[in-house]
């Protein structure tokens, strides 16, 4: 008897072992409608990501889908935050802009930040440092 329900435990282990490599690998799938719909939100930040009003609220509620699968669904697909994928958006075209001379304040507006602070604090975030002193080592 003491042999069985040794064979019992271990094959109970076994099978729980198996159930978690089950879960972990149901939770690293994404379907195909799945992808379809990511790549469909990334178009539209693509064509969206200089409005300032652009967040995973207006998305989620331009593409049907609640703000907390949305984040999920776009970190599971892309591997990214939804809000540092916008933001690595603004930042290389922030940067084209700047590299253009223009001034800090219309880019921030022409990247879609709502503020010339809160753009400066973004880029410091991205590039490290000011915008001003990055272009101008640039420049040298």
Known sequence: MNRFNGLKRSYQKNRRYELHELSIQDEDYISL?????IE?????????????QLSLTSVGEEFCITEVYLSKLFKKATGEN????????RMKYAKELM???NKVADVADMAGYN???VFRR?????YGGTPSENITCLNR
């Open 33 to 37: 409608q799945n992808l379809v719909i």
């Open 40 to 52: 469909k939100v990334k178009e539209y930040i693509k064509e969206n990501y200089r409005d300032p």
């Open 82 to 89: 939804f809000s540092k994928y916008i933001e690595g958006m």
């Open 99 to 101: 590299d253009q001379n």
């Open 115 to 117: 503020s010339p602070q």
């Open 122 to 126: 973004a880029w410091k975030r991205y």
